[in-house]
């Protein structure tokens, strides 16, 4: 017996689909992004914070590569872009997934143009990458503050400790 992929796999967008994707959504748009490399309850509440700002949410990760560069540490990140991904994609609360190899998600935003404009609260609004540009749109940037205290690296070296 064969299995289909699952379906919310078709959330999964690769860059170069990314403007024509997005332009078949509905609006008002939501975009986050991160590396998400293990998915815990911090993150899983800053999505739906995120996303309750709008009515779709596109949500960029960054790339194995662009992960290495932003120097979490040489076994980051733990799982790859495709497991990433795919995990990303299953939840509700988002429309589309899709990545970036550069140092910023820059260019995803202006792929996309999205309404709302959302990072976590360790960002101060005027310092989100894109910021100028949505604003200069029309657009709303947000920073949100944590409600849970977890982060990655601490899970990681809770486990690591073990």
Avoid at 36 to 47: A, K, N, P, Q, S
Avoid at 73 to 92: F, I, K, T
Avoid at 112 to 128: A, F, H, Q, S, T
Wanted: hydrophobic fraction near 45%; include cysteine; glycine fraction near 8%.
């Amino acid at each position: 017996m064969t299995y289909a992929a699952p379906s919310f796999e078709s959330k999964i967008c690769p860059p170069e689909q990314l403007t024509a994707r997005a332009a078949q959504i509905a609006r008002p748009l939501v975009f986050t992004n991160g590396c998400f490399d293990i998915l815990h309850r911090g993150h899983v509440t800053y999505l739906a914070q995120a996303a309750a700002l709008g009515v779709s949410m596109v949500v960029a990760l960054n790339t194995d590569a662009s992960v290495k560069r932003l120097g979490k540490g040489d076994d980051r990140p733990v799982n790859l872009l495709e497991d990433r991904l795919a995990v990303m994609a299953s939840l509700g609360c988002v429309a589309l997934v899709t990545w970036f190899d550069e140092d910023t998600p820059l260019q995803r935003i202006l792929d996309c143009r999205p309404e709302i404009l959302v990072k976590g609260g360790d960002w101060p609004v005027d310092k989100i990458v894109g910021c100028n540009e949505v604003r200069g749109w029309g657009g709303t940037v947000h920073s949100i503050p944590f409600i849970h205290q977890k982060s990655t690296t601490a899970l990681l070296e809770k486990i690591r400790k073990l």
